[in-house]
């Protein structure tokens, strides 16, 4: 089995589970940290993957994804407009997610941009020399991985500033 056989594989298999995670909180949801974490740990580790398989400049290509991630990360953090707002269970350790519908066509987003990148590669092989796709492939996983990390933390380090307690019953 190649190389580019697992690549595909791990691509349907991510790709199945992050349209799963937005379907799963497109209706309001209890669930723990981890699950509520989930897609952006599943994003970093596909961007490891598509980045480590695709580029010919791997110092480049990490370089432009860690300035895409921390621009995510930011941009993640500073705009919490529109944020759903969460409430902590102490008792139970759960989270309470609501309805979040925006979840779905991000993550579609994702899945698409992440196929362009492969299909790009598969039919014009010689791209993976051009300095700038390089740059574009460190640059657009590292953008949503960083906007997937910055919207969540921001959502969870928001908790306790909305007025109400940081550990509310359910």
């Known amino acids: 089995m190649s190389a580019y056989d697992i690549l595909t594989g791990i691509q349907l298999c991510m790709m199945i589970v992050m349209i799963g995670y937005g379907i799963f909180f497109f ?31 791997l110092f480049l290509t990490i370089l432009c994804f860690l300035m895409a991630f921390f621009l995510g ?14 409430t902590y269970c102490r008792a139970r350790h759960l989270l309470r997610c609501p309805p979040m519908p925006g979840a779905l066509p991000f993550n579609i987003l994702i899945c698409l941009a992440f196929a362009a990148i492969q299909a790009g590669v598969y039919h014009f092989p010689f791209l993976m020399y051009s300095w700038l ?38």
Do not use: H
């Open 133 to 170: 796709f390089n740059e574009v492939l460190g640059f657009v996983p590292g953008l949503f991985s960083g906007l997937l990390w910055g919207r969540g933390l921001s959502m969870l380090l928001d908790i306790p500033t909305r007025g109400q307690q940081v550990y509310k019953d359910i």
């Open 27 to 57: 209706k309001g949801r209890t669930c723990r940290i981890w699950c509520f974490g989930g897609p952006a740990v599943l994003v970093t580790f596909w961007s490891a993957a598509v980045v480590y398989y695709y580029t010919a400049y």
């Open 73 to 86: 990360l930011g941009l993640g953090l500073w705009f919490k407009a529109g944020l759903p707002e969460l």
